[in-house]
């Protein structure tokens, strides 16, 4: 039992993104009861569900650097939408620029993207981890003129990846039932699971976000490991923008990942996350991505007007972060404790009134023995 109560515990910061994400979809539910249908189509799987995993696999990627930034840093990398755009655009650049397109063309351009993330990165983490600069205005800079990059690089056009093998990244490949980007993505879950699991980067992390100096005094470097961090976002922003860019099939440095940072940084508030740093779960940061794809597709689909998409979903964010705050959290950890103590109370009295009925009972049959 004490084992059962500890597990709940560990996974009590999911009930937030769980909850909301079944809201969600009772909803859409009640909409239409053929809501979880899936259908194959020229032998894919479409429908609502794999849907919500195609259009959230970039928010899913970008959640995941964004909670060990977060949690490392204490503070967001806003510059996210155009780290990847930036890298994006050079991918694109390197494969028109090859002439013929291979697969391993596509392969040294995304390899070459993600070395662009890990520079960017590294600028970033360069000013927050040696300069002390606050992670939000030192990534201001990127925010600001990350797009005027990208556009340069493009040679102020939109290029256009007009090859069949991007084509495929960007939607199936032939013969393959599930749509490339949830596949990639999911490797892309594999690889981080795999590096939290067999390193020290979640100790670290977690180390240095509850308190850089008591993790210094142990040994670990908090400079390092906020600027491992920064780096691990860049790569995270470039792999977010090469399935943005073959998703569209061209690039277009004005919109692309255009103010996805606000989701990321909903995505990981909602996953239970602390936005001032510490302990941190990618699991509860991945739900919170899905929630928030869920909940996008879920106004369009109750015919929300698009222009009125952005204050539905404002009034909706207000409403989760006062159940998620601290205040609100102590309030229902008193009334549950209260309640426990109520029928805890009910149940002493009652079990106290049939000891005594018993032994009321034991003794007249005694007295009528005698």
Not at 115 to 144: E, K, Y
Not at 239 to 252: P, T
């Amino acid at each position: 039992m004490p084992r059962l109560k500890r597990q709940f515990e560990r996974l009590s910061h999911l009930f937030l993104p769980l909850s909301v994400l079944v809201f969600l979809l009772i909803i859409n539910l009640i909409k239409g009861a053929d809501y979880f249908k899936i259908t194959m189509i020229n032998g894919v799987f479409y429908g609502n569900i794999p849907n919500i995993l195609f259009g959230a696999s970039e928010l899913v990627i970008l959640s995941i650097g964004m909670t060990l930034v977060t949690a490392a840093a204490r503070g967001q990398d806003i510059s996210i939408g155009e780290s990847g755009a930036i890298s994006s655009a050079i991918f694109v650049q390197y494969v028109l620029a090859a002439g013929e397109v291979t697969i391993w063309t596509i392969l040294a351009g995304f390899l070459i993207s993600c070395v662009a993330g890990l520079v960017i990165g590294a600028f970033n983490g360069t000013l927050v981890s040696f300069f002390n600069v606050q992670p939000m205005v030192a990534t201001l800079i990127l925010f600001l003129g990350g797009r005027s990059i990208a556009f340069i690089i493009d040679g102020k056009v939109s290029p256009i990846l007009a090859n069949p093998i991007s084509n495929q990244i960007g939607t199936v490949i032939p013969g393959v039932p599930i749509q490339t980007p949830i596949i990639l993505t999911a490797v892309f879950l594999v690889l981080v699971a795999v590096v939290l699991k067999t390193t020290n980067l979640r100790l670290y992390v977690e180390a240095v976000g509850i308190n850089p100096s008591a993790a210094r005094l142990n040994g670990i470097n908090p400079k390092k490991v906020i600027f491992l961090t920064f780096l691990l976002m860049g790569i995270c922003s470039a792999v977010a923008g090469f399935i943005a860019v073959n998703k569209a099939g061209r690039h277009d440095s004005v919109n692309l990942l255009k103010f996805i940072m606000m989701d990321a940084i909903l995505a990981v508030a909602l996953g239970g996350n602390s936005l001032a740093g510490g302990k941190f779960s990618i699991t509860g940061s991945i739900i919170g991505a899905y929630t928030i794809e869920v909940l996008n597709r879920t106004l369009l689909r109750l015919e929300v007007n698009p222009e009125a998409i952005k204050a539905f979903k404002a009034v909706f964010i207000i409403i989760l972060m006062i159940l998620a705050s601290p205040v609100v959290r102590v309030f229902a950890r008193k009334l549950l404790d209260k309640t426990k103590a109520i029928v805890t109370s009910y149940s002493v009295r009652q079990t106290g009134g049939l000891n005594k009925a018993v032994v009321s009972i034991t003794d007249s049959s005694a007295k009528k023995e005698e």
